[in-house]
Nanobody, 124 residues
Framework: VQLQASGGGLVQAGDSLSLSCAGSERRLTNYNMGWFRQAPGKEREFVAAITRNGGSTYYGDSVKGRFTISRDKAKNTVDLRMNSLKPEDTAVYFC??????????????????WGQGTQVTVSS
């Protein structure tokens, strides 16, 4: 599957932004899907994930309560709604697809396919 992330940009602290990850060649419902982010000089960080059927979602502690991951099956996308953005949310955001088991959903090494990344910059 090929993944294309979009929706990044420059916003102010407290604003909202939505990212979208579009899949091609295969249905994204074949995969557990995740969003990760990476800031300069830091390791890739788990942000959110959603199971194949969309029945369960998972969030990193730093975004819990502010971010929401969802699927749009008709569009074959996985979206990330980000509210109450903070300067520390600044990073390149990546979407990824995993054919693995649920227990590894927070581990970037368990994801098989990655999008190209989209930059999110939050100014204070």
């Amino acid at each position: 599957v090929q993944l294309q992330a979009s929706g990044g940009g420059l916003v102010q602290a407290g604003d909202s932004l939505s990212l979208s990850c579009a899949g091609s060649e295969r249905r994204l419902t074949n995969y557990n899907m995740g969003w990760f982010r990476q800031a300069p000089g830091k390791e890739r960080e788990f942000v959110a994930a959603i199971t194949r059927n969309g029945g369960s979602t998972y969030y990193g502690d730093s975004v819990k309560g502010r971010f929401t991951i969802s699927r749009d099956k008709a569009k074959n996308t996985v979206d990330l709604r980000m509210n109450s953005l903070k300067p520390e949310d600044t990073a390149v955001y990546f979407c990824a697809a995993s054919g693995g088991i649920l227990s590894t959903i927070r581990q970037p090494s368990r994801y098989d396919y990655w999008g190209q990344g989209t930059q999110v910059t939050v100014s204070s």
